[in-house]
Each structure stands twice: as structure tokens, then as C-alpha cells.
């Protein structure tokens, strides 16, 4: 069996929870490798409709060993929140598995993410203000806890204590704000430890044991690829890496070890936050495309910002990504509209550019170069093979292929497991 990145390739709510619990029947392990509980995968299934922000989209099959990997930052509060909201509703969690060495999101992060997003006024980047962004910085910067540390609690209050007073310093003398209690937290994260001592593994050792089995592995990424820190729209994007490379690092799999990459697109695009999105329709399309599709944030419940599907964007996040194949979702939301548009180019400055720019700023400038298609106006809620589709569905489908150079291996037509079209095998 393969190793499978699972990867967002656009701005993030692409739809890979859905796309992993669908998948997931077929492989003994998903590996969330990257984010926090920023991320909000949404999945429908026989057994209810779930919102995961941490736990992986296979922790419905008993058979799945689902692991929270080292590349993810966790505030163990919204962890033991969602494993207890899981519980209530007899999924079971058992074959839940956290890495050692996965970092922790504490109260300093939470209290420095919402106040840096308050100082920059106007020019907040939009953050869910989860304290993702300072527990990733820390991470680099050799000022993180990792999970394994919760195990050990004098480790742990000699961590703590030498971290706390440097972030006291800055909640209180940059920001004005109350400094934390060195015994509060302690205590609060020993209570965390004991409920999770369970879960906490070394987690590498699993990985390759069931790597050398010949297990079927998912990798399952958070975000998408146009909010990663050195390719997306930098300073709006996300702290850690959402492509298939962070996949690599973020579950410890060497390069070599992925087989192949997963790119998750909406048949058109949606952003959350700021940041430019050249597509963006700020009219009754886009109003239409956002009510249709229910499309508001799983974390924030923010409204989220609809264009039609970027190709030039597309593209970038195929080179990067190194994608095999592409899984298209939320076909069935144009089912009604009477023509599309496709972004092939941007105009800037007068020229025509086929390239996404790498400053944020120029991304702002440009304008998008549209190709219209004629809509298909049927209903696809219920087609099953890719033969069955609506003729110029089948166009817009292939046409998207052709531009970003990929197949279409999978194609969603409803939020429903049972809802998806298998055009190629993906495993």
C-alpha cells in the first residue's frame, strides 16, 4: 500500500476532511501533520455531521491508527474538548495517538496571538487568534513545550518557569497586561498531562513499523497551499507548512517515502481572513456561490470570501506540491449558475502575467484574466460516474485539468460520504 499526502491546494476549506474520512476505509493510518486547531475539517458520515479541528478525519474507523504528528502545534483544552465531544457521541478515540514531539499551544500564545492582531489596527492579517502563530514561533526559536514534556512534571516546571517570566516580561511591558501565575498554569497542564498520558507516544517508531507492514498510510494536511509562509501571500498565510514537504517533516517520512500527492480544489475558490484573493466576487454571484455552499469558517463561523476557481493559483500550488492527481469538491454548488469563469492569467500594470507573484502587495494589483464556460444548470447531487456528468460539467472538469496540468482522480458532488464520483483509483 502507498503513503498518500492529502494536501489543501488553494486558500484552506478545500474539503480534505471530507475527502480523508472517504479515503480512510482503505489505509490503516492517518497522520494529521500540520496547523492547529485553526483548521476545521468538517465531516458528514452515517454516524452524524463532525467538525475536527485536531484529531484526524480518520478517527471514525476503529481500524485507523490516527496520529496528531509532531508537525502540529496543540492546545490540549480544545483537544480534550474534541476527544470528549467525539466520546459523547459513541466515536471512539482509543486509537488515538498524540507525537511526543508535537508542540503545545499555551495561555501566553493565546493572550500574544490577540493582542499583536489588535496592534496591527488595519492591518491585522486575520488570524483565528488560536495561538497558533506564537506557539509556531516559539517552536523556532527554542522557547516551545512539546506534549512528551507533560509526561515529566519536573521537567516540566523547569521549562516553564524559565519560559514564563521572558513571556510575563513582554505581556507586561510591551502590552500592559496581566502577567500569568507560574503555579496556575503549571498546574492546569499537569491536569491536562494526566488526562492525556494515554495518547502521548513516540510516534516515529508506529510510523515505520507500519510503513515496513506495507500499511496504507494518509497524510493529512490543515490550510492549503496559497497560506503557506514561503509560497502563499506572505504576510497572510499560516505558520507552518500545509504542502506535501511538510507533510514529509511534519509525520517523520523521509521524501522518498510519500508515493504520491492528493491536491484538494473547490470547483471554485473561498478565502477566510485578509490577504488579496484576485477572484473575489464581491456581488450576488459570489453572495450566491457563499449561501449555496453553507460557506462560513468550521473554526470562526466567518463568513468566507467566494471567487471563481484561479487557475494561475492552481498552478503554483501543483509545482510545489508536486501533485499526482487533484480531488475537485463542491462541484454540485455551480449547478445552477449559468455560465462560469475560469482565471487563466492576471493583468498587471498594463502586461499579462501567468505567474503568482510573491508579494502580497503586487497580488493585490492584479486582475484576473477570465475564460467563460457555459454552466451546465442540472442536478449532480446524485451522479456517481464521471460518463453521468452534464456535459459541460465533464468541459469544466477536463478544462481545469488541462490548466493546471494535473487529472482529476476524485470528484465531490455533496458533502455526504457516498456523495463523490472516483474518476481514477487514488488508492
Not at 507533560?150 to 510575563?168: F, G, M, P, T, V
Not at 500499511?215 to 494536511?221: A, F, K, P, V
Not at 506572505?234 to 517533516?249: R, V
Request: proline residues 5%; glycine residues 12%.
Amino acid at each position: 500500500m502507498a503513503v498518500i499526502a492529502v494536501v489543501g491546494a488553494q486558500w484552506g476549506d478545500e474539503g480534505k476532511g471530507k475527502v480523508v474520512d472517504m479515503l480512510a476505509e482503505r489505509v490503516k493510518m492517518v497522520v494529521r501533520f500540520s496547523g492547529g486547531d485553526n483548521a476545521g475539517h468538517t465531516v458528514i458520515n452515517p454516524i452524524g455531521d463532525f467538525k475536527l479541528h485536531l484529531i484526524p478525519s480518520g478517527i471514525f474507523y476503529p481500524s485507523v491508527t490516527c496520529i496528531i504528528g509532531s508537525g502540529t502545534v496543540i492546545n490540549p483544552a480544545r483537544l480534550i474538548e474534541e476527544i470528549d465531544k467525539l466520546n459523547h457521541k459513541k466515536v471512539d478515540t482509543s486509537h488515538l495517538v498524540i507525537s511526543d514531539r508535537a508542540h503545545l499551544v499555551m495561555p501566553y500564545h493565546l493572550l500574544l496571538d490577540g493582542l499583536e492582531e489588535e496592534s496591527r489596527a488595519g492591518k491585522a492579517i486575520g488570524t483565528t487568534r488560536r495561538g497558533i502563530g506564537p506557539a509556531f514561533a516559539d517552536k523556532v526559536a527554542r522557547l516551545g513545550i512539546r506534549a512528551g514534556e507533560l509526561l515529566d512534571k519536573k521537567a516540566l516546571l523547569d521549562r516553564l518557569a524559565s519560559i514564563l517570566e521572558h513571556k510575563n516580561a513582554i505581556l507586561t511591558k510591551i502590552y500592559g497586561a496581566e502577567p500569568l501565575s507560574l503555579d496556575e498554569v503549571y498546574e492546569q497542564y499537569c491536569r491536562y498531562g494526566e488526562r492525556l498520558a494515554g495518547y502521548i507516544k513516540e510516534t516515529t517508531t508506529i510510523i515505520r513499523k507500519a510503513r515496513e507492514r506495507g500499511d496504507g498510510i494518509l497524510l493529512e494536511g490543515a490550510q492549503g497551499a496559497l497560506l503557506d509562509p514561503d509560497y502563499g501571500t506572505y504576510p497572510y498565510t499560516t505558520s507552518s507548512s500545509p504542502l506535501a514537504g511538510g507533510g514529509s517533516l511534519g509525520a517523520g517520512i523521509g521524501p522518498t517515502g510519500i508515493d504520491r500527492v492528493l491536491g484538494v480544489f473547490k470547483a471554485y475558490c473561498t478565502r477566510v481572513g485578509g490577504g488579496p484573493m484576485p477572484t473575489e466576487l464581491e456581488d450576488e454571484t459570489g453572495n450566491r456561490i457563499r449561501e449555496r455552499a453553507c460557506e462560513y469558517g468550521t473554526t470562526t463561523g466567518r463568513p468566507r470570501r467566494c471567487g471563481w476557481f484561479d487557475a494561475v493559483a492552481a498552478g503554483l500550488s501543483n509545482q510545489v506540491n508536486g501533485l499526482t492527481g487533484m480531488a475537485i469538491t463542491r462541484l454540485d454548488v455551480l449547478d445552477d449558475l449559468p455560465e462560469l469563469k475560469i482565471c487563466v492569467a492576471y493583468e498587471l500594470d498594463g502586461r499579462t502575467i501567468d505567474y503568482f507573484p510573491s508579494s502580497a502587495a503586487t497580488l493585490e494589483r492584479c486582475r484576473p484574466i477570465y475564460e467563460k464556460l457555459e454552466g451546465w444548470q442540472a442536478d449532480t447531487t446524485d451522479v456517481r460516474r464521471f460518463d453521468d456528468l452534464p456535459e459541460q460539467a465533464k468541459k469544466y472538469v477536463k478544462r481545469l485539468e488541462e490548466l493546471i496540468s494535473c487529472p482529476a482522480d476524485l470528484i465531490c458532488v455533496g458533502p455526504a460520504r457516498e456523495q463523490k464520483i472516483e474518476v481514477r483509483p487514488v488508492l
